[in-house]
């Protein structure tokens, strides 16, 4: 059986929540891109269209819903990835040698 030190685990740990947080970041981005398109095509099209959404929605409100949705996507998306990427990552599924640690 291996011993394994704790800087061994500190820069396997490092490593995976860098690539994990940077696919995160990248998955939150592309959900956001795809929510505020979403989200703009309706909001813009009923303040044409609607009497009520013409009188009660400035750019300001317009602009306001369009972020708010692709903001909570981002997030949304980037926290299920983190987590999803944690649970894989798990020390469950980790081999013998990485669980049976010993620290000098």
């Not at 692709?70 to 944690?86: E, H, P, Q, R």
Request: charged share 15%; net charge positive; with cysteine.
């Amino acid at each position: 059986m291996s011993t394994v030190t704790r800087a061994y685990l500190d820069q396997r740990l490092a490593a995976v929540a860098k690539r994990c947080s940077r696919e995160a970041a990248m998955a939150g981005a592309k959900a956001a891109a795809v929510a505020t398109i979403a989200a703009a095509v309706p909001t813009l099209a009923s303040v044409r269209m609607l009497p009520w959404a013409r009188a009660h929605l400035n750019p300001t409100g317009q602009a306001l819903i369009i972020s708010t949705v692709a903001g909570m996507a981002y997030f949304i998306v980037a926290d299920k990835t983190i987590l999803s990427m944690a649970r894989k990552h798990s020390f469950e599924d980790a081999p013998d040698h990485l669980k049976n640690t010993s620290f000098h």
